[in-house]
């Protein structure tokens, strides 16, 4: 069994709580996953990027570094729920320090997410790998 103070603060009953039943409730309470695309180059409506995570994420950040002539670059997406677009942020190259944003198209189903831009292959640039971190 659970001691009293810790089935009383997830809501169990004390005396027949146990431990599966804290492990239950936290398996529901919060997820996180994280992994890796390879972009296609393509930004289109009809070519969004898709990622299907194991449950319904509720935030989420993309990110990678693009290192050319020794100097790199950022770009990184960050996502909350309920929101149809990402803002993305692309931090140039060291040598020049410069930082612009951007805003992709965001669609949620389930546990599905897609995003495309209409300008440009933000957060998918073609053999670009990309990591990212989902929390539902």
Known sequence: ?????????????????????????????????????????????E?????????EPKFLVISNMII???FGSECTLIWVCGSNNASV???GPSSTGSIAQYLVYVSQSGKEL??????????????KTYHYIAVG
Do not use: C
């Open 1 to 45: 069994l659970l001691s009293d103070e810790t089935a009383e603060m997830y809501g169990f009953d004390p005396d027949i709580a146990v431990p599966d039943d804290l492990f239950q409730w936290l398996s529901t309470a919060g997820r996180i996953t994280t992994g890796s695309y390879v972009g296609t180059g393509v930004y289109s409506s």
């Open 47 to 55: 070519n969004p990027v898709v990622l299907t995570f194991p449950f």
């Open 68 to 70: 050319t002539n020794n």
């Open 89 to 91: 942020t692309n931090k």
């Open 114 to 127: 897609s995003w495309h831009s209409t300008s440009a292959t933000y957060m998918n640039a073609k053999d």
